[in-house]
């Protein structure tokens, strides 16, 4: 299964409302997580089954969709916020990953 | 607290071998299913290889299969990934994770080691 993000990279402030999208090649139902990784550091998980919040994770983070289009939105762009987000399919293996998008300071 | 770490990285030849090791701990290892993922310097996110709990299915991406092998010991609460016929394009930060999911359920990755750095290279 093919994951597909956009944008690839995008600039944008401090107390934006952004959204990234993620598109599956075939319909995974709500098996989707989305990560969250800075430089140097490992991948943290921030949603799964779609829309679920991982235990911890800031409520400006929400996830959206099911079948094979889905959405990350952050409500409030905060600072720590400027990272590459990646979208997973965990419905079948082998399991994929988006090729990620990197969010940056305008 | 849940706690994974990676070892076994190095430099190597093109066509050798290199085995990878992980150690848990702060959790109940043998219940959930463990993955290596691999970033190559600059790149996205990769899935390697999966194991189910009790070791009752393994899986690997095309891009490894029939020259990787993932197991795992739960008495000693380890993850393993031998690696065999190795080429540049594996050369990468490989990370342990832990999924989510209990049992046969599968979720995302909750969990992630530091990474342990492999460089194939001449």
């Known amino acids: 299964i093919r994951m597909t993000q956009s944008p690839s990279s995008f600039s944008a402030s401090t107390g934006d409302r952004v959204t990234i999208s993620c598109r599956a090649s075939?319909?995974?139902?709500?098996?989707l997580a989305w990560y969250q990784q800075t430089p140097g550091k490992a991948p943290k998980l921030l949603i799964h089954?779609?829309?679920t919040l991982q235990s911890g994770v800031p409520s400006r983070f929400s996830g959206s969709g099911s079948g094979t289009d889905f959405t990350l939105t952050i409500s409030c762009l905060q600072s720590e916020d400027f990272a590459t987000y990646y979208c997973?399919?965990?419905?079948?293996?082998?399991?994929?990953f988006g090729q990620g998008t990197k969010v940056e300071i305008k | 607290e849940v706690h994974l770490v990676e070892s076994g990285g190095d430099l190597v030849q093109p066509g050798r071998s290199l085995r990878l090791s992980c150690a848990a701990s702060?959790?109940?290892?043998?219940?959930?299913?463990m993955h290596w993922v691999r970033q190559a310097p600059g790149k996205g996110l990769e899935w390697v290889s999966g194991?189910?709990?009790?070791?009752?299915?393994?899986d690997y991406a095309d891009s490894v299969k029939g020259r990787f092998i993932i197991s795992r010991d739960d008495a000693k609460n380890s993850l393993e990934l031998q690696m065999h016929s190795l080429t540049p394009d594996d050369s990468a930060l490989y990370y342990c994770?832990?999924?989510?999911?209990?049992?046969?359920?599968?979720?995302?990755?909750?969990?992630w080691g530091l990474g342990t750095l492999v460089t194939v290279s001449s």
């Open positions: 997973q399919q965990y419905y079948s293996y082998p399991r994929t």
């Open positions: 702060g959790f109940s290892f043998g219940d959930y299913a």
């Open positions: 994770a832990k999924d989510r999911g209990r049992y046969s359920t599968s979720s995302g990755f909750d969990c």
């Open positions: 075939q319909g995974i139902s709500s098996y």
């Open positions: 089954a779609a829309s």
């Open positions: 194991i189910s709990w009790k070791s009752g299915s393994v």
